[in-house]
Nanobody, 126 residues
Framework: QAQVQESGGGLVQAGGSLRLSCALS????????MGWFRQAPGKEREFVAA????????FYADSVKGRFTISRDNAKNTVYLQLNSLKPEDTAVYYC???????????????????WGQGTQVTVSS
């Protein structure tokens, strides 16, 4: 059973940066396409970014394109999300998950992902 652990969240001022990490255990992360999602209070979980198993393909939600960067280090079984130029509306709990076999790489649906972690809180002050 794959396990996911997110880390790296915190409190930052608007315009600041954070780097989130997602460590996968139980399975080699290189076997999976991975994604980052976020959920703000009272809102549904939304797609942020995804990366394919090799790191050769990525795609982003329009709201974060040009500010966030997803990457991976398969030797460390870790996926990263670099958050730059943060805005107060980026405040949320951030989750990573592995894309389930059989779904398209460009899916943004949380239901197409599994092995959710506990998430890491990102708070951006204005």
């Amino acid at each position: 059973q794959a396990q996911v652990q997110e880390s790296g969240g915190g409190l930052v001022q608007a315009g600041g940066s954070l780097r989130l990490s997602c460590a996968l255990s139980g399975r080699t992360v290189s076997s999976y396409d991975m994604g980052w999602f976020r959920q703000a209070p009272g809102k549904e979980r939304e797609f942020v970014a995804a990366i394919n198993w090799s790191g050769g393909s990525t795609f982003y939600a329009d709201s974060v394109k040009g500010r966030f960067t997803i990457s991976r280090d398969n030797a460390k079984n870790t996926v990263y999300l670099q958050l730059n130029s943060l805005k107060p509306e980026d405040t949320a709990v951030y989750y990573c998950a592995r894309r389930s076999r059989g779904s398209t790489f460009y899916t943004k649906a949380p239901a197409d992902f599994g092995s959710w972690g506990q998430g890491t809180q990102v708070t951006v002050s204005s």
